[in-house]
């Protein structure tokens, strides 16, 4: 099972025993076992938030992609300018899987690359007045764009552009939301700075700016879902069956009418808490909205977070809560036990981002799979916190670990399935290892909801069973175990 | 339960459903969009020539541009070196860019680190960071040589890599005589094909000065008529195998200098390994005293042709890639050349049994206006190719394309080329303009195919135009990296792919009398 404490110990101090003594040092930090009494209290121990090592293969990014690759590139009507040189958007153009319905450079603007492209004579000179006639030309290529956001790369705040000088000019002259992000690649240490980043902006520069022409009592926002493979289609369709009125989807097929809206509702219902928990809480405070954090991977969770939403609702709504349960759960418990006998014992490692290393583990469990190792990539402490509970008692908890450790461990935990980033993906290839691109779905999804349930289970079977990994002889290195005869 | 619930389906089909169709429409009252009649006039009117001209005339934005930034060209090209550890100074999220990038074309690991830079490199400079970043990363992932290129954020502040490295020599990280070659890669210079060049430059420079070995071309011990390769940017793993069996036949002995074909084509053998193959390091010091050099990208390769030529003191032949029949045969003209050796029967043989494929699909491909997106080498190879088959090349979009070689730009060649047959007689060359441009282009004078990267999937969905896939990066069809498509047998492969994307069209697009059998 690989869920012994003292092996496990053992096991994350030899791997760690390869890194010279300066980063052995930082890297045993990120790592604990889970305990009964750390699982009880809920205390992680665990270092997050803090710089990677150099060197290392971290699988991090930076700030712009949490910025413009996560938060603001989704908003679907609004031009977003990669500002600085060309690589940085040309890379998070389209790889994200942000759906969005809308014509594509018409009234949608999401998988476009649009961009400064910085020459050395923009370094020299500095790039605002270039980034004012962009705006101009923005205008008349896509006359019916609602509004602009500069997306910052690393050149920008380094040679001191004055980009939110040029934002409020540009925004009088153009008469439309310009919104300056400061998010160059070198801030913080990974896409969350981003994130913070991100929001900030969107508080600043857009909330609270458009009314909605009525309220209701039932009216709710989708907060951080980005509409990963149709995710937050799949997360709306239920809440509305419920009775409830989303009014804003943040940021996922989003608009900029929804990010000005959204102060109205009643109730903010946030699913990636790591990347949006800045704007309930400033939305608790600036207008009172109380939020709550949901999960919809797995029916499991996913009947309790309905119920948890109902419970803030009154009766008619708990009453069509429990009527969409009793509706969907006969068709889960098929999948269920279509798929479990097939999945029943396997050992899953994960390391992703901020929110589906803890939320996804509700659903590989109705599975009847036992996640033995999570990590993530950018997490902070509270995330850590939240996903002890979860756990069971030895699994190994992991902060942004690097490429060396997850080989190591995923060889002498001799793990079954592994879910994390395309850059990882094909390394679980070559060594046989069953492996599911859990950023973008591996091109699958949705997996949010009850629709997106049978997908998920579906592709983990699909995933773990395909006859492929039998034609390679896996290499492993499996923890010494005592005699059993 | 019935079988219909059980039906699993997936955001291919799932969202097409009646209640998700309401869900959407339900949606647009919280949007404010645009009325269908708004939109309806936005489309057509960025279809008209009227916006055609203002999109020709935009000076500063870029929309959909066709081309990456220089240190994603390095990392590919330090993967071509055995056991060469790709080294990014900068912010980390450069190089988690680079890899994803890399792995979503070849659907292969990239190993490659990064100092992660902060804030306080940002004001202190990164010094600290390089010399960490080699202590650890030559701790982790044992390579025999760290390949260091920088990002923009390096360069903005100025970071010196060449005293940095002596400071972690100094400080006893590496050895004197651990090997850690480096290259300049700004990027808000160039793109992917200059920092390609740069870091070839860098690495074969740098074995061979530090070797003591003075160049004498023609002269290597048991390298005999030795030849140097060199194939650039090379986004298809199945070039190099071509390559390969070409030299082969010739019966010469070669060194590529850049080989990642192993890293990007490596087995499933139950074990990771980092490194796969390459140029062996001790092989560039010796690639000094080769005969000559040939080089297939010399646009892509210009620094790095300037050095062998100049530092070497070897005779060079540099083409661009080497597409279709008389590419081909250029190719091997070069070969023969270079070495003295005759063109090999057997590819002479392999040569008429394209010829006659091409005979056998020329009604299909003639007179077919094509339009054409690419590198500058890869798009003097395809216009090569389009004039021979018939095709007519219409629209060439090329982001990258300002670059010259001996004083003779992209453009003029490419116009040249063109005026050799009346098959180019319709054709513009657009240099330093983007996929946006080449909408446009498609929407206002219509062409029958388009060949280009994935990155061009929009533009030619918007006119309706069948895209095949040809270059970087291919993101959306799996496997064509692994075929190639130089040399003879790389002609056959670009033949069938185009012909029979054009049959396959014919089937979709008729039925009844004229679905036919028999083409």
């Given at each position: 099972m690989g869920l012994n404490i003292e092996e496990n110990k053992k096991l994350v101090e030899e791997v760690l025993e390869a890194y010279p003594k300066k980063a052995r040092k930082d890297r045993e930090k990120h790592f604990q076992v889970a305990t009964d009494n750390a699982i009880d209290c809920g205390t992680c121990a665990v270092k997050s938030n803090i710089k990677s090592r150099p060197?290392?293969?971290?699988p991090r990014g930076c700030a712009y992609a949490g910025s413009?690759?996560?938060?603001?590139?989704?908003?679907?009507d609004m031009v977003h300018i990669s500002h600085g040189p060309v690589g940085c958007g040309q890379y998070s153009w389209?790889?994200?899987?942000n759906f969005a319905n809308g014509t594509l450079g018409i009234d949608?603007?999401?998988a476009m690359q649009i961009t400064s492209d910085f020459q050395e004579t923009d370094i020299v000179f500095g790039g605002d007045k270039k980034l004012a006639v962009i705006m101009r030309e923005i205008t008349e290529m896509f006359?019916?764009?609602k509004g602009i956001s500069v997306q910052s790369e690393c050149p920008v705040g380094l040679i001191g552009d004055d980009i939110e000088a040029v934002s409020k000019k540009m925004s009088k002259e153009l008469d439309m939301p310009i919104v300056p992000v400061?998010?160059?690649?070198?801030?913080?240490?990974?896409?969350s700075l981003g994130h913070h980043i991100a929001n900030d902006a969107i508080r600043d520069f857009?909330?609270?700016?458009a009314e909605l022409a009525e309220t209701g009592p039932y009216d709710v926002n989708i907060i951080g879902?980005?509409?990963?493979?149709?995710d937050a289609w799949a997360s709306r369709i239920l809440l509305e069956e419920m009775?409830?009125?989303?009014?804003?989807?943040?940021?996922?097929?989003?608009s900029l009418n929804e990010l000005e809206v959204a102060?109205?509702?009643?109730l903010n219902l946030i699913h990636c808490h790591r990347s949006m928990n800045y704007m309930v809480d400033h939305m608790e405070k600036a207008y009172g909205i109380p939020w709550l954090e949901y999960n919809f991977f797995g029916p499991t969770k996913t009947y309790e977070s309905l119920r948890a939403i109902a419970a803030l609702f009154d009766a008619t709504i708990q009453e069509n809560c429990e009527k969409m349960i009793a509706k969907y759960k006969p068709v889960m418990d098929a999948i269920i036990n279509k798929f479990r006998p097939r999945l029943e014992n396997k050992t899953v490692m994960l390391m992703i981002g901020g929110l589906r290393s803890r939320h996804t583990i509700g659903a590989y469990e109705d599975l009847?799979?036992?996640?033995?190792a999570s990590g993530y990539e950018f997490a902070h402490k509270d995330d850590y916190e939240k996903m002890l509970p979860m756990l069971q008692e030895g699994t190994i908890i992991m902060d942004d670990p690097t490429a060396y450790e997850l080989e190591e461990l995923t060889q002498r935990m001799n793990i079954d399935l592994v879910g994390s980033g395309v850059k990882e993906k094909y390394v679980y290839h070559k060594m046989g290892v069953p492996f599911r691109q859990m950023h973008s779905w591996d091109y699958s999804?949705?997996?949010?909801?009850f629709d997106g349930f049978k997908v998920f289970a579906k592709d983990m079977d699909m995933t773990v069973n395909s006859?492929?990994?039998?034609l390679v002889t896996r290499k492993s290195k499996i923890q010494p175990e005592e005699a059993s005869i | 339960m019935s079988k219909d619930e059980l039906n699993i389906k997936d955001n291919t089909s799932l969202f097409k459903e009646e209640r998700y169709v309401q869900q959407r429409e339900n949606k647009k009252q919280f949007e404010a969009p645009c009325s269908e009649q708004e939109t309806a006039e936005a489309l057509a009117y960025s279809k008209s020539a009227e916006y055609m001209e203002k999109n020709f005339n935009r000076q500063n934005v870029v929309i959909n541009p066709h081309k990456a930034c220089q240190p994603l060209g390095s990392v590919m090209a330090a993967l071509g070196f055995e056991k060469t550890l790709p080294f990014v100074h900068g912010s980390q999220g450069c190089n988690a860019y680079f890899r994803s990038h890399l792995s979503r074309h070849f659907k292969e690991p990239t190993p490659s680190v990064s100092t992660s830079m902060t804030e306080d490199a940002a004001v202190f400079g990164g010094m600290n960071n390089l010399i960490d970043g080699l202590e650890n990363s030559v701790a982790l992932y044992k390579p025999e040589m760290v390949a260091i290129c920088t990002t923009c954020m390096a360069e903005v502040i100025g970071d010196d890599l060449n005293s940095f490295i002596g400071n972690a020599r100094i400080k006893g990280?590496?050895?004197?005589?651990y090997p850690v070659a480096y290259c300049n890669t700004p990027?808000?210079?160039?793109s992917h094909i200059t920092g390609y060049d740069a870091m070839i430059k860098g690495i074969l420079s740098y074995l061979y000065t530090r070797s003591g070995i003075e160049s004498k071309p023609g002269s290597g011990a048991d390298s005999g008529e030795k030849l140097n390769v060199l194939l650039g940017f090379?986004?298809?793993?199945g070039n190099f195998a071509e390559l390969r069996k070409i030299l082969a036949a010739f019966d010469t002995k070669y060194t590529i200098?850049?080989?990642?074909s192993g890293n990007y084509d490596s087995?499933?053998?139950?074990?990771?390994?980092y490194y796969y193959g390459g140029?062996?390091?001790?092989d560039v010091p010796q690639?000094?005293?080769?005969?000559g050099t040939l080089s297939l990208q010399k646009y892509t390769l210009k620094k790095t042709q300037e050095y062998i030529s100049g530092t070497w003191n070897q005779q060079i032949s540099a083409l661009s890639t080497p597409l279709g029949i008389k590419g081909t045969d250029q190719l091997l003209e070069a070969i023969s050349e270079l070495t003295?050796?005759?063109?090999?029967a057997s590819l002479t043989e392999e040569r008429g049994r394209v010829v006659d494929a091409l005979m056998d699909s020329h009604p299909y491909l003639h007179g077919k206006r094509v339009a054409l997106v690419g590198d500058p080498d890869l798009l003097i190879g395809l216009i090569g190719f389009c004039l021979e088959t018939g095709m007519e090349p219409v629209h060439i979009v090329c982001s990258n394309g300002d670059v010259d070689y001996n004083e003779v730009k992209f453009k003029d060649e490419a116009e040249a080329l063109l005026a050799?047959?009346?098959?180019?007689?319709?054709a513009t060359v657009h240099v330093g303009k983007d996929l946006w441009h080449m909408r446009s282009l498609l929407l206002n004078d219509t062409v029958d195919l388009a060949i280009g990267s994935s990155h061009l999937k929009f533009a030619a969905k918007d006119a309706d135009v069948p895209l095949i896939r040809v270059g970087?990066?291919?993101?959306?069809?799996?496997?064509?990296?692994?075929?190639?498509?130089?040399?003879y047998q790389g002609t056959l492969n670009l033949l069938s792919l185009i012909v029979n994307t054009i049959l396959q069209q014919l089937d979709d697009n008729h039925s009844g009398f004229n679905f036919e059998l028999v083409r």
């Open positions: 060197g290392v293969m971290t413009k690759g996560v938060v603001w590139g989704p908003i679907k389209g790889s994200r899987r949608n603007f999401t006359p019916l764009a400061r998010c160059e690649g070198f801030r913080g240490v990974s896409q857009v909330m609270g700016r879902d980005y509409n990963i493979g149709g009775g409830l009125r989303v009014i804003a989807q943040w940021s996922g097929d989003g102060h109205k509702a009643k009847g799979m036992d996640i033995v999804g949705p997996y949010h909801g006859p492929v990994w039998d | 990280v590496i050895s004197e005589e990027s808000f210079v160039g090379e986004p298809y793993t200098l850049g080989d990642h087995p499933a053998t139950g074990e990771y390994e140029t062996k390091l001790e690639a000094a005293n080769a005969l003295g050796l005759p063109v090999p050799t047959s009346p098959y180019g007689s319709e970087f990066p291919i993101f959306d069809r799996h496997h064509m990296h692994r075929y190639p498509i130089i040399g």
